[in-house]
């Protein structure tokens, strides 16, 4: 099947609008206020002026390894919230949002063991390259090995883009044959997917600046302990919004390339 970009953005907006107090709701608890918190509470710190190249890395060494123990938690509630907004815009079942969030935890462990080894494998294809081309032509080569593995993996990442949506909507559990099926639904449309993904990060990209610019009269003229909570809360507004949709938007080229039924699931290691 040759995948239509208009239709899956179409389908996606309309799922989304059909079901806009569920897709708030969880969108909300998930999304929003996971990002919020971790805005307001843990932002990043800011570089001094006339800072040594060692001195910004050891900084930026040091920050992630104090919000390390924060961004798991965060990572695990984005990922249940996104098994459970698959379930929701499952316009074949319609469950409830308590149906969905139950489907999601049964779901959270076989999605996370998918992300893990989907993870482990392009992180190990791409070193491997930067190795082989920083053997034969040290930093000049690793920039180039770097920059050849990140074209290898992309198609790589796409292919296997609809993990979540296999394991949440068609409830199949084994990640292994969830990596599969994804790798076969794709099939041939990888280049179109891509395309579509690359516009709509471009979009949101976009979305996030405006969003940004808005809030910056604020910033400037508001007393700091305003204007940090209220940009962390318009940017994590916009985050969770735009997250929502891009959840929709894999349901949708899943339900899309999988012709919405099960049937596409029979024996993926055939």
Request: glycine share 10%; with cysteine.
């Amino acid at each position: 099947m040759t995948f239509d970009s208009n239709r899956a953005w179409n389908e996606a907006s309309r799922a989304v609008s059909a079901n806009k107090e569920v897709v708030l709701a969880i969108a909300g608890v998930f999304f929003l206020l996971p990002q919020l918190i971790f805005s307001i509470f843990f932002p990043a710190p800011e570089m001094a002026s006339g800072g040594t190249e060692q001195q910004v890395l050891d900084a930026a060494s040091a920050y992630y390894a104090s919000i390390l123990p924060v961004m798991i938690p965060v990572a695990l509630c984005q990922a249940l919230g996104t098994l459970a907004l698959l379930g929701v815009l499952d316009t074949d079942r319609r469950p409830t949002v308590g149906e969905a969030i139950g489907n999601g935890l049964k779901a959270l462990l076989p999605y996370l063991l998918a992300q893990l080894v989907m993870g482990f494998a392009l992180m190990s294809i791409g070193l491997a390259v930067a190795t082989v081309f920083a053997a034969a032509g040290g930093k000049v080569g690793v920039i180039i090995g770097l920059a050849i593995g990140f074209v290898l993996v992309v198609p790589i990442g796409v292919r296997l883009s609809l993990v979540a949506p296999v394991i949440a909507v068609d409830k199949l559990r084994n990640p292994i044959a969830a990596l599969i099926v994804s790798w076969r639904l794709t099939k041939g449309n990888t280049a179109r997917i891509f395309g579509f993904y690359a516009l709509l990060f471009v979009a949101m990209m976009v979305l996030m600046l405006v969003s940004g610019i808005v809030t910056l009269p604020i910033g400037l003229l508001a007393p700091k302990d305003i204007a940090v909570p209220v940009g962390a809360g318009v940017q994590s507004l916009v985050a969770a919004l735009m997250a929502a949709y891009f959840v929709a938007v894999i349901g949708q080229i899943h339900r899309q390339l999988s012709g919405g039924s099960p049937e596409a699931l029979t024996n993926p290691f055939e």
